[in-house]
């Protein structure tokens, strides 16, 4: 145990972890010319496109350093906040941190918010300044900046280079000199936190854990402590590039286990493995059994594609425990499905990859909260509102109440202005304000969960010039004014463009929307009114006139080729419309209420 080395990195998005992560590699020998792609470590494609590492991973490198052979788990983190449950298991797998810092870019956002999660493990920090190699690296000013955020020595700020791999050797030193070796008790029962879990089509879900205390033996019979069942333990093994198989896997060590699983959703991250017949009393601390935080309906844009998008969302859902869906219909949309996700990204990447590995075309609907209503009749009784057409009448309603959170927001002193104006117009209530240095200032707002998942981020980033970090937790459900609006198109309510929104709103918000989708809403042969109400109250109204002409009479005496291609392109513009009654309505209508400002 005293040579292994379990570790992190931490960086700001495009700092250059998953370079370095490479670099590691490499060096160490854990990789050979024929294995190597680009970046190993983001596996999905959808991954490599948006540069976020949507799934942590982990890698086992042998090094020997000294004369000594040391085995060093390096864990990935999933770097964007619909994913900080993952990020933080990940991190309690750790003892130590590598922080990476572009030494052009110097501290950015999500190196604050990443350093105080692996400060909170307790996880010894090793500061890196990365791509010293760049002409407009500045290497002592930014060192100053670490030397000022961590308080340590600029001795300890490592100069490396992920591009040309300078200094790679020093992080290695590093990594076994400063990170501790894991404490643990082998003899003691089986305790091992699950920090990652991976569907495999073929050998069922693999289950990434840190053995804490005891060990895990290949046939043992395990035990999920959450989720209370047991499994034989088939195969067990390190994770090299390849799954290395092995007999066991003993405390203070990292490795995988297949058990014959097949749904990603009963492997719960977070959770402590321990052995069925000598059970361990203590459950790994920190687990939380993650909720969706948004939800939104999902339907087919052929109505006959319903059975079809229920298989695909079935297949993901094997292998994304975090998306939870269920059927449900609307008048305007037919049949389809209301989901939850984690968050804004979480739902884009669903969308997407429906789309991509299912080849399915799908209408998504405005994302919402998760809210709770009480009656006249039952003032005690919570009725769960995941869809705005589950709100109770309004005559008949007590209360409402909403999930808000407390956010905690680093930023540099000359944006504070900006930032508490843009929390305020997101209905929060500054609780605190702190000067961590003449510089950084922390500001701690109450807001409405509501008001961040949607473009609050950026928002955030803009008023900042993108130095803001920020970061939050629920507090509970809090007592709210809000209303139901809903939209008509030619006298026709719309239930799937209505939205949950707070009451002091209503009316700027109603005036706005019916504006954008005039915008949105292609001309047809007819006058489409367009009301948004709020009950039986129409608080504000617009027209798209009707078209006098067919489109292609501009082209009047024109050539052929060229209608023919104003044809095709209508044709194109159709793909994502919905026609509803007799009005065709095109996705971005059903998303225009986020996109107001
Ligand atoms: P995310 O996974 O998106 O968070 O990014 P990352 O932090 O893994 O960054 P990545 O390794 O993808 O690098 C981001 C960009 O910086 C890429 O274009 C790299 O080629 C470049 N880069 C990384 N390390 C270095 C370096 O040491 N020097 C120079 N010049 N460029 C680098």
Redesign the pocket.
């Known amino acids: 145990m005293k040579n292994i080395r379990n570790f992190c990195i931490i960086?700001?998005?495009?700092?250059?972890?998953?370079?370095?992560?490479?670099r590691l590699l490499d060096y160490t020998g854990s990789v050979t010319e024929r294995e190597k792609q680009d970046?190993l470590?983001?596996n999905m494609d959808l991954?490599r496109e948006?540069?976020?590492?949507i799934k942590s991973h982990a890698i086992q490198m042998d090094y020997v350093f000294e004369g000594e052979k040391y085995v060093l788990n390096l864990i990935d983190t999933p770097?964007h906040v619909d994913f900080s449950y993952e990020v933080s298991r990940s991190i309690a797998a750790c003892e130590g941190a590598l922080l990476?810092v572009?030494a052009a870019q110097s501290i950015q956002a999500q190196t604050i918010s990443n350093l105080y999660l692996a400060l909170e493990n307790d996880l010894e920090i090793i500061p890196v300044l990365?791509?010293?190699?760049?002409p407009s690296a500045n290497p002592e000013e930014v060192t100053d900046d670490i030397v000022d955020l961590l308080g340590c020595d600029p001795e300890e700020v490592i100069h490396?280079?992920?591009?040309?791999g300078?200094g790679v050797d020093n992080i290695l030193k590093a990594i076994i000199e400063r990170i501790p070796a894991p404490v643990g008790e082998p003899n003691e029962p089986l305790q091992a936190l699950i920090f990652d879990s991976v569907y495999n089509p073929f050998r069922g879900v693999e289950t990434y854990f840190r053995v804490i205390n005891g060990s895990i033996k290949k046939n043992q019979q395990i035990k999920f402590i959450a989720t209370g069942k047991t499994y034989g333990a088939d195969e067990v093994g390190t994770l090299k590039l390849k799954q290395q198989p092995k007999q066991e896997i003993k405390a203070g060590d990292v490795g995988y286990v297949i058990t014959g699983i097949k749904e990603a959703k009963e492997v719960k991250v977070g959770d402590t493995i321990t052995d069925s017949a000598n059970p361990t009393k203590n459950a790994i601390g920190g687990f939380e059994d993650v909720k969706p935080m948004v939800f939104a309906g999902i339907y087919p844009v052929d109505t006959e594609d319903y059975e079809e998008l229920r298989a695909s969302m079935e297949k993901l859902q094997l292998n994304d425990a975090s998306l939870v869906f269920a059927p449900e219909s609307s008048a305007a949309l037919g049949f389809g499905f209301r989901c939850g996700f984690l968050g804004m990204l979480h739902m884009e990447i669903i969308q997407e990859r429906l789309e991509r590995e299912f080849n399915m075309t799908v209408i998504t609907t405005v994302p919402n909260v998760s809210y709770h209503a009480f009656t006249n009749k039952n003032p005690d009784e919570v009725i769960i509102v995941n869809n705005p057409s589950d709100l109770p009448e309004p005559s008949t309603l007590n209360r409402v109440e909403e999930p808000y959170i407390k956010a905690t927001i680093i930023t540099k002193s000359d944006f504070v202005g900006n930032v508490m104006s843009l929390c305020i117009e997101k209905r929060g209530q500054i609780t605190n304000q702190t000067y961590l240095t003449t510089e950084r200032v922390e500001l701690n707002f109450d807001m409405p969960l509501a008001e961040i998942v949607f473009d609050f981020y950026d928002r955030l980033k803009t008023v900042s010039k993108g130095y803001a970090s920020f970061d939050y937790h629920p507090i509970g459900m809090k007592q709210s004014k809000l209303v139901r609006l809903d939209v008509l198109l030619n006298a026709q309510s719309v239930d799937a463009l209505s939205a949950l929104i707070h009451a002091d709103n209503a009316h700027n918000i109603g005036k706005k929307m019916c504006e954008k989708l005039k915008e949105l809403i292609p001309r047809q042969q007819f006058d489409i009114p367009i009301q948004a109400a709020i009950g039986a109250k129409i608080i504000a109204r617009e027209t798209v006139k009707a078209l006098r002409k067919d489109v292609t009479a501009k082209c009047y005496g024109g050539d052929i080729s060229r209608k023919r291609k104003l044809l095709e392109k209508q044709k194109k513009g159709k793909k994502r419309m919905r026609q509803v009654g007799n009005v065709e309505i095109p996705q971005q209508a059903f998303m225009a209420v986020l996109k107001l400002n």
């Open positions: 960086a700001h998005i495009d700092h250059g972890k998953s370079t370095l992560a490479d970046q470590l983001d991954e948006r540069g976020i590492t770097g990476i572009d990365n791509k010293v190699d760049l490396a280079s992920g591009k040309t300078f």
